[in-house]
């Protein structure tokens, strides 16, 4: 069965890992070069524009130029990108709405398998 994620009607900010998440895990040191991960292009096509994309990674600084241009010449949509974040977990932490709406959503996924899930209905 396909997971659903029930989201509100706010604007989001959306906040992803790159190696691993949305590109094949140091495909660009073992490769050569990046490789994008399938879906991932449709999947951040389809988030509003009003939408906030964040990408984090590990990658050192040195590897940006490389990577932003990767990501560019892959029309990936991203509004901000940070770089040599730490390799541990990454915590998210919100408040949750007086409403009762939940504000912080995690999703943990297979290393090099992008799948996100569904977006069902906006609440």
């Known amino acids: 069965m396909e997971q659903e994620m029930i989201l509100s009607t706010l604007p989001k900010t ?3 890992d790159l190696d ?5 895990h140091n495909g660009y040191l073992t ?10 292009k449709e999947y951040l096509a389809d988030i509003p524009e009003q939408d906030m994309v ?8 040195a590897y940006e130029k490389m990577t932003r241009d990767f990501l560019n010449q892959n029309q990936i949509r991203y509004d901000r990108i940070l770089f ?3 390799a541990g977990e990454r915590i ?3 408040d949750r709405k007086p409403s009762g ?4 959503v995690a999703i943990d996924m297979d290393r090099d398998v992008f ?8 609440m």
Do not use: Y
Not at 20 to 24: C, D, E, I, Q, S
Not at 115 to 122: E, S, T
């Open 92 to 94: 998210l932490v919100n």
């Open 115 to 122: 799948a996100m899930p569904k977006i069902c209905r906006r």
């Open 54 to 61: 964040l990408i984090l990674t590990a990658r050192e600084q």
């Open 31 to 40: 490769d050569g070069q990046d490789v994008l991960l399938d879906g991932v």
């Open 20 to 24: 691993g998440t949305l590109v094949k």
């Open 84 to 86: 040599h974040m730490p």
């Open 14 to 16: 959306w906040i992803f």
């Open 101 to 104: 709406i939940s504000m912080a």
